[in-house]
């Protein structure tokens, strides 16, 4: 039906460090030579939880979208934008927030969870309980068909799917509906009617889900429909009317985790980071201080690899016969700790390598960043302005 697309977002957070790359940058890498995407800076949300401190958003801005094309996001295959510099964003979040049960947002699991744990940050406000709300229309303003999710980010696709049907059930029964489908089946032929007729009962009788994936490939096969009218078919087929808003699938992605130089979670706040762009000899510098197995006081004192954060590094970054040497050497006292770190210094050095030589055409001319992002909220703008047509149109908003 509507062309398949990826939209995903990040707040500005300032410069990147591994453990994003390895947690969500080399996902979009993949995900840009295999689906039409759109990747965009999430500035906007940014103020939900910092909205008293907005000096460093812009910043934040500039050096992530550095940090995403020095990672290899392609811009000449990927969208990148801004959120605020498609205002559509705004407007569809407001227009569903007319139509939002307030529980659906009290119930999503983050919203508690984030309160709790940003004791520190004044959360009782609009902007942050809406923000799931917000998210749901920087997905479905491109009526996008995939999302890359972690685990804890499924209830928000869940909600972006319920608000898409209730979308599309209250709006959906656009004027003269019933003659447009009787209009669009004459369109369709007398033969693929008829299966499609069959295919509606089936699913409408019977609930053969199989019977909506027949009917999808039946009417994109139909060159004599328009887009319209196959999605006007497609909503009478599943009793919802014309999908307006399109319910995307949530693209669960696999779970590739860099911990921090201490063994937890990698984060610039708990001081135990490596920045994507980080300069070799603080690297360096910070490989071999970092800390090891506890228990090996001495150079001969046998030590437990899966008691050391190194050992962690080591299974992202060396090959099995450097991962049997360290298991070995580090259980045997055979090698010592500098010894065995030096290969993660390397594995992390040459990841960088070309990500710092990209990055440099960007920080020597600002402006190529400015025209990559200024063009991808040209395209992500048009995109967005098309769904809003109908939304607007479908909510008695389109003023002639
Ligand atoms: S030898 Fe390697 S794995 Fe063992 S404690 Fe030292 S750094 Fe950690």
Redesign the pocket.
């Given at each position: 039906m509507y062309p398949e697309r990826v939209v995903s977002g990040m707040r500005p957070t300032g410069a990147m460090h591994l453990g994003h790359y390895h947690g969500a940058l080399k996902n979009w890498i993949r995900m840009q030579s295999e689906h039409p995407c759109l990747f965009f800076v999430a500035d906007w949300h940014a103020l939900t939880t910092h909205y008293d401190d907005p000096s460093i958003i812009e910043t934040s801005t500039w050096d992530m979208v550095i940090d995403w094309l020095a990672a290899g996001v392609d811009p000449s295959k990927a969208t990148i934008f801004i959120q605020s510099r498609v205002p559509e964003h705004a407007e569809l979040h407001l227009l569903l927030s007319m139509a939002t049960p307030l529980g659906w947002l009290e119930r999503v699991p983050t919203y508690k969870d984030q309160q709790e744990k940003l004791a520190d940050r004044d959360l009782a406000t609009y902007g942050f309980l809406g923000y799931p709300l917000l998210q749901a229309a920087d997905v479905l303003i491109y009526r996008a068909s995939m999302v890359p999710v972690g685990e804890d980010q499924i209830p928000h696709i869940e909600m972006m799917r319920e608000l898409a049907r209730r979308f599309n059930h209250l709006y959906g029964k656009e004027k003269g509906f019933e003659e447009k489908i009787q209009e669009a089946l004459k369109k369709l032929g007398g033969k693929a009617a008829k299966s499609y007729n069959q295919l509606r009962a089936e699913y409408q009788e019977q609930g053969k889900h199989e019977a909506v994936a027949h009917a999808k490939t039946l009417l994109d096969q139909a060159q004599s429909l328009s887009l319209n009218d196959r999605e006007r078919l497609l909503g009478h087929l599943e009793g919802t009317g014309r999908v307006i808003l399109v319910e995307p699938q949530a693209k669960l992605t696999e779970a590739s985790r860099l911990p921090g130089l201490d063994g937890q979670k990698m984060s610039k706040s708990y001081g135990n980071a490596i920045a994507l762009r980080e300069d070799r000899e603080s690297v360096v510098k910070k490989i071999r201080t970092m800390p090891?197995?506890p228990a090996?006081v001495r150079r001969t004192d046998p030590?437990e690899?899966e008691k050391?954060p190194?050992?962690q590094l080591h299974k992202v970054y060396s090959d099995e016969p450097t991962k049997e040497w360290?298991l070995k050497?580090?259980r045997s006292a055979g090698?010592?700790?500098i010894e065995?770190?030096q290969p993660v210094v390397d594995g992390v050095l040459r990841e960088q390598e070309p990500m710092r030589e990209r990055a440099q055409q960007y920080l020597d001319n600002p402006a190529l960043v400015r025209d990559i992002v200024a063009d991808g909220c040209d395209k992500a703008r048009k995109l967005a302005q098309e769904t809003m047509v109908d939304v607007r149109s479908a909510m008695g908003l389109h003023y002639r």
């Open positions: 090891t197995d090996r030590g690899p050391c190194v050992w360290v050497g580090c090698i010592g700790c065995c770190k």
